[in-house]
């Protein structure tokens, strides 16, 4: 079993930036991949960046390529998404997700577990 807590989100204006945060629990954190989510209203979830198991593989979605850096830290069990240059389009609730394999997938139906959730809002 793994326990996924986001935290970081907020309002924030264009250009602007924030740190998502996710505390892991429960299963060995340096044996899985993780992946951050996101999904507007009305639109289907999306994988916006993935990341293996020891961090040295990275996957980025072309829309956020340039701009959000997602990272982890294996000793301290948490995962983050570093977010610059915001855009009002990245406005979304942003879920962090664990994937008992070692390597990201684009497919949210590869992850088993899921965080709750936290809202980001980009105003223009």
């Known amino acids: 079993q793994v326990q996924l807590v986001e935290s970081g989100g907020g309002l924030v204006q264009a250009g602007g930036s924030l740190r998502l945060s996710c505390a892991a629990s429960?299963?060995?954190?340096?044996?899985?991949?993780m992946g951050w989510f996101r999904q507007a209203p009305g639109k289907e979830r999306e994988l916006v960046a993935g990341?293996?198991?020891?961090?040295?593989?990275?996957y980025y979605a072309d829309s956020v390529k340039g701009r959000f850096t997602i990272s982890r830290d294996n000793a301290k069990n948490t995962v983050y998404l570093q977010m610059n240059s915001l855009k009002p389009e990245d406005t979304a609730v942003y879920y962090c997700?664990?994937?008992?394999?070692?390597?990201?997938?684009?497919?949210?139906?590869?992850?088993?577990?899921w965080g709750q959730g936290t809202q980001v809002t980009v105003s223009s």
């Open positions: 990341i293996s198991w020891s961090g040295g593989s990275t």
């Open positions: 997700a664990a994937t008992l394999t070692l390597r990201s997938s684009r497919r949210p139906d590869d992850y088993n577990y």
């Open positions: 429960g299963r060995t954190f340096s044996t899985y991949a």
